[in-house]
Structures are given as structure tokens and as C-alpha cells.
């Protein structure tokens, strides 16, 4: 019989692998249907860019509705909320498979936007949930680590299906997955909030909340670097199919060039972050994948200078920036959430929705940057700045409070 400790590292795994398959739902809507893009603009006669709409008509919903998320999970309950979500998201999923134009292409690609991020942003208040301290950031990490596969299998899996059976099996895959894990979840999910810690939902309750929230100074800077660090990355996937197919002339089904040193630099990235837990406090070590991500980015740069864009070269600063991300990220969260101990799912919307707003405004505008690599590198190694520059007003802010100087705001 295995004793208490094995029981735990038993339920942890089992946790995280359940929490990173509902967050990889998100990314995975996002990176399995590049490769069908050219193809779709194509079949529907339209331009590259009007197909970028089906991506942007994702993002923004996506964005706006985490804001309610993690609120009505805290006056419902986790589990009926991330049901809910999926249930509605297999049926969006089924119209993009069917649409008969790129008009309603766009609209259940809204949908499917509007209920991917229920596992994300409800996952993030599910692990302060169940854990506190380092055990909170190895979970973290753990999560971080399985979901990192979705990036890498989704332009994958996008890419063969859609050159065996064409782009509409792309989006009729995304609709078995997620009914997959309605079912998954709706058996074994627990659910982790207690009716006596629910909050009550009521419009004046939740403005003095998100007002609180985003007047939290430590908490905006702490999401701002959450959101400028992922931004880094998240403009090579929106420009995936014109950084591999254009400039470094990869075929649609060798998309791995990319996300496959993403994803090995994720699990890195949060591996180093799981050992420093409890050893390294959150801060310092989002200074040190910080400190990684600009190195990185510098040499992105450089060598877009001193040489055109090539394989393997090119993938070398992308794998390095994706290492000192994802060490800096689940300290970023952790540090973001506990700013409001007492409404985890409100602070988990609030912060995912700062970080998908932005990532939404730059789905709007990779198209600027597609012209050379040398411009996309440029703009990654200014995101990386503007992060490591909001990090040090956070550790700066956070000091004060500890002194004194600034005490924090009430919640």
C-alpha cells in the first residue's frame, strides 16, 4: 500500500496532467490550423490577411470572457464552470468544421475564442486551490510542462491532417478533443472551491473587485510582465506560417522546425523553475529567466545582422528566449494571484485577460512585422525589455511595501 507522500506526488501528477489538457485547449485552437491558412485563403478566395481575422475574431473574446471566468467559478464553483465552457466549445468547434464560408468561419471562431480560456484561467485558481508556497510553484511548473507539448504536436497534427484530409479536419479535430475532455472532466476533476469560500456574484460586488484588482500596483506590473514576456513568443507562433514558409521555406508539414525547441526550452524553462521552488524566491527567479530572455533575444538580433535566416541557426535564440520565459512565468503568476488570496478566479481572469488583450492587439498587428526576420527579432527583443523593465518596478514595489514606504491596497 502506498503511504501518504506517494498518494499526494500520485494526486499531483493526476492534477496537472487534467489542468495542462484543459489549458492546452486555448493554444492548441491557436497553432493547429496555421498551416491550413494559405490553404484556406485559397478555397474561399480570399487574402492572407482575411484569414488573419479568423484569428484575430479568436483572440478577442478570448480575451474579454476571462474576465469572467475565474469570476463565476468563484460564485459557482470550478468544475460547473470549465463543464459548461467545453460543452460550448465542442459545439463551436463543429460550425467551424461545417462553415460554408470565411463570414461564418469567423463567427464560430469567435465562439470557440469566447470558451477556450475557461481551463486556462480557472486551472491557475484551481492549483491555489489545492497548494501554497513551493508546492504551488512546482504544480505550476508541472502544468507548464505537460501543456507544453500542445504547441508542438498542434502544427503537427494540423498540418498532416489537413494534408491528408484538408483543413476542415483540423477544426473536427479540435471538436473530438474537447468533448474527450468534457468527459474526462465531468468523471475525475475534483472540484477544489468549498461552497462556504464561494463568493457572491453581483454586478457592485464584482466592479469593486476588478476595480481593486487593476488599481493593485503590484498586481498590474506583475501581469504587465507576464504579458510582455509571453508576447515575445507569441509572435513567432502568429507568424509561423510566414517565418517558416517564406523566409526559411519549411513545407506545411515541417512545422516542428519551430515548435519543437519552443516546446523542449518550455520544459526547461519550468523544470529549472520547479527545482528552484522553495530554494529561490519568486521574484529572483523571474529575474534570472528575465536576464535570459533579453541574452537571447540580443542574439536573435545579432545574427539576423550578420546573416541571413537559416536552419538549424535560426532556432538557436528561440529556444533560449522560450528557457527564460517559461522560468520566469510561474513565479509571475503565483506573484499575481496572491496579491488577492481571498478571490483566486477573479485574479486569475484579470491577469489572463491582460496577457490574451495584449496577445489579441498583437494578433491585430504581426502582419507589421512579417516583412523580414530581422523585424520580427527586433520586436521580440523589445518585448523582452519592456519586461524585464516592469519586473524591476515590481521588485521595486514590493519592497516598499515590505519596508512600509507604499502599503499595499486593500482587498
Known sequence: MPNESQVLKVSRRRVAVQLAALS???????????????????LMGVSMSAVQATLTAYMVPFALMTLWHGALSDSLGRKRVVLAGLGIFVAASIGCTFSPSLPWLIVFRALQGATAGV??????????????????????????IVFAIAPAIAPLIGGWLHHWFGWRSVFGFMGVYSAALLVAVAISLPETLHPSKRQ?????????????????????????????????????????????MQHLHVSETGFLWLFGPLTVGIIIGNGLSARLAGHVPLLKTALYGCVV??????????????????????MIPLFGYMVGM??????????????????????????SFIQSGGSSLLSATAPLFWGTSLRLSIAQLSFGCL?????????????????????????
Open 200 to 244: 457572491p456574484f453581483n454586478p457592485a460586488f464584482l466592479l469593486r473587485s476588478y476595480k481593486a484588482a487593476i488599481t493593485h500596483p503590484a498586481f498590474v506590473m506583475a501581469c504587465l510582465a507576464t504579458t510582455l514576456s509571453f508576447a515575445g513568443m507569441f509572435l513567432y507562433v502568429l507568424s509561423a506560417p510566414v517565418f517558416l
Open 326 to 351: 517559461s522560468l520566469a512565468l510561474p513565479s509571475l503568476t503565483l506573484k499575481a494571484i496572491d496579491c488577492f488570496p481571498k478571490q483566486r478566479g477573479l485574479a486569475a481572469s484579470c491577469q
Open 119 to 144: 481551463g486556462m484561467v480557472i486551472g491557475r485558481a484551481i492549483v491555489r486551490d489545492l497548494y501554497d508556497g513551493p508546492s504551488a510553484q512546482r504544480l505550476m511548473a508541472m502544468v507548464a
Open 24 to 42: 492546452a485547449l486555448g493554444p492548441f485552437c491557436i497553432d493547429a490550423y496555421l498551416p491550413s491558412m494559405p490553404d484556406i485563403a485559397r
Open 293 to 314: 530572455m533579453v541574452i537571447s533575444a540580443l542574439g536573435n538580433v545579432g545574427m539576423n545582422l550578420l546573416m541571413p535566416p537559416s536552419l538549424p541557426w535560426a
Open 387 to 411: 519586461c524585464i523593465t516592469a519586473l524591476f518596478l515590481l521588485i521595486h514595489m514590493t519592497r516598499a511595501e515590505v519596508s512600509g514606504v507604499t502599503p499595499p491596497v486593500s482587498h
